[in-house]
T-cell receptor, first 113, second 115 residues
Framework: ETGVTQSPTHLIKTRGQQVTLRCSSQ?????VSWYQQALGQGPQFIFQ???????GRGNFPPRFSGLQFPNYSSELNVNALELDDSALYLC????????????FGPGTRLTVT | AQKVTQAQTEISVVEKEDVTLDCVYE???????LFWYKQPPSGELVFLIR??????QNEISGRYSWNFQKSTSSFNFTITASQVVDSAVYFC????????????FGSGTRLSIRP
């Protein structure tokens, strides 16, 4: 148990739709990172937020966006869903000054049809 | 650029055998962290170990041991006397030392332990 929760567990969407995935970080952790894990691959870094500001971004298009709230919750939004967006989405929270120390949630499995 | 290579896509051994998972990394950073994670079929990433680049001492934790060799940029993971419960996908990963670091994962090694 890492103390990081994600919702929903599973989600099925249609191509072109929009989706919001949610993450609740450990209390006191002001950094949250999001990763996409396609089937058979390792997680790929999407972006990181620190105190409600984006603090780094991987090689993902702007239709992937995020929000972080003061209550240690955060969201990953994906617009104009594509079939290739089907993946496990993981969030991870980190204590201040130690973003290498990441506590992962159980993930949300998104299927786009 | 940072990169982690796990050349072994899948490994299958019989229970009680020893097995080593290989990991080779690339980074221009002089200070960095290396990790191993386990991902069982449930999908959650389970943290196993973090080593910083200053510490090349090998580490043993029960049946698990890790061999870090900076000279060859390798961070290999050995399971001694494997058990069926060790079956999972194992990821080697790399992170910078700064406060805004992301973790770069390898592609994973799927380990199957046969009874």
């Amino acid at each position: 148990e890492t103390g990081v929760t994600q919702s929903p567990t599973h989600l099925i969407k249609t191509r072109g739709q929009q989706v919001t995935l949610r993450c609740s970080s450990q209390s006191g952790h002001n950094t949250v990172s999001w990763y996409q894990q396609a089937l058979g691959q390792g997680p790929q870094f999407i972006f990181q937020y620190y105190r409600e500001e984006e603090n780094g971004r991987g090689n993902f298009p702007p239709r992937f966006s995020g929000l972080q709230f003061p209550n240690y919750s955060s969201e990953l939004n994906v617009n104009a869903l594509e079939l290739d967006d089907s993946a496990l989405y993981l969030c991870a929270s980190s204590p201040d000054g130690a973003s290498y120390e990441q506590y992962f949630g159980p993930g949300t499995r998104l299927t786009v049809t | 650029a940072q990169k982690v290579t796990q050349a072994q896509t899948e490994i299958s051994v019989v229970e009680k055998e020893d097995v080593t998972l290989d990991c080779v990394y690339e980074t221009r950073d002089t200070t960095y962290y290396l990790f191993w994670y386990k991902q069982p079929p449930s999908g959650e990433l389970v943290f196993l170990i973090r080593r910083n680049s200053f510490d090349e001492q090998n580490e043993i934790s029960g049946r698990y041991s890790w061999n870090f060799q900076k000279s060859t940029s390798s961070f290999n993971f050995t399971i001694t006397a494997s058990q069926v419960v060790d079956s999972a996908v194992y990821f080697c990963a790399l992170s910078g030392y700064s406060s805004a670091s992301k973790i770069i994962f390898g592609s994973g090694t799927r380990l199957s332990i046969r009874p």
